[in-house]
T-cell receptor
């Protein structure tokens, strides 16, 4: 079956760095997305990786290893507004999105 | 874990026809379901919030007569794109909120999406 795993919840301190991991087993692979979702709001697009390696975008970076079925989202210089759920989703061979359950990130002062 | 399915996965239709997309929560009850539209590598755009047994709440700019939503049961919501045109071609994603979960009531479970192509 198809499966995406990410931690349910993580806690970090303002100003620190946090890494949210995502492992996947899917039928085919056409890219991996990271979304940020604040409570009561629609998910906002953070990144899309289809090739191995690290993509940096300001305070957020996303890494992909296709051979390991693994990705992580790295958030630097954490701010209180980064408190949200972070969703990992893989586009499979049929271009269907397989979603992780999301990681709730709690930022403490 | 909670599973949400969508049917069909792909649909190609002619301009002017109507297309119905189903969203089902397979192992939980969802009084609230959400319909999103996604353009490539962009954020999900919330179209409407579907509440079981009542009328859907549409976001500003979304035509309720064009995108008909019916949430007739606790496990099924449907989105009908009426008189579809090529500009309606998109990836439509639904999500469902499991209010029976003892954890975060804001948690949404997302469906795999339906790719609509209007010729």
């Amino acid at each position: 079956g198809q499966n995406i795993d990410q931690p349910t919840e993580m806690t970090a301190t303002e100003g620190a760095i946090v890494q949210i991991n995502c492992t996947y087993q899917t039928s085919g692979f056409n890219g991996l997305f990271w979304y940020q979702q604040h409570a009561g709001e629609a998910p906002t697009f953070l990144s899309y990786n289809v090739l191995d390696g690290l993509e940096e975008k300001g305070r957020f970076s996303s890494f992909l290893s296709r051979s390991k079925g693994y990705s992580y989202l790295l958030l630097k210089e954490l701010q209180m507004k980064d408190s949200a759920s972070y969703l990992c989703a893989v586009l499979d061979s049929n271009y269907q999105l397989i979603w992780g359950a999301g990681t709730k990130l709690i930022i403490k002062p | 874990g909670a599973v949400v399915s969508q049917h069909p996965s792909w649909v190609i239709c002619k301009s002017g026809t109507s297309v119905k997309i189903e969203c089902r929560s397979l192992d939980f009850q969802a009084t609230t379901m959400f319909w999103y539209r996604q353009f490539p590598k962009q954020s999900l755009m919330l179209m409407a919030t579907s509440n079981e047994g009542s009328k859907a709440t549409y976001e500003q700019g979304v035509e309720k007569d064009k995108f008909l939503i019916n949430h007739a049961s606790l496990t099924l919501s449907t989105l009908t794109v009426t008189s579809a045109h090529p500009e309606d071609s998109s990836f439509y994603i639904c999500s469902a909120r499991d209010l029976a979960s003892g954890r975060d009531t804001d948690t949404q479970y997302f469906g795999p999406g339906t790719r609509l192509t209007v010729l």
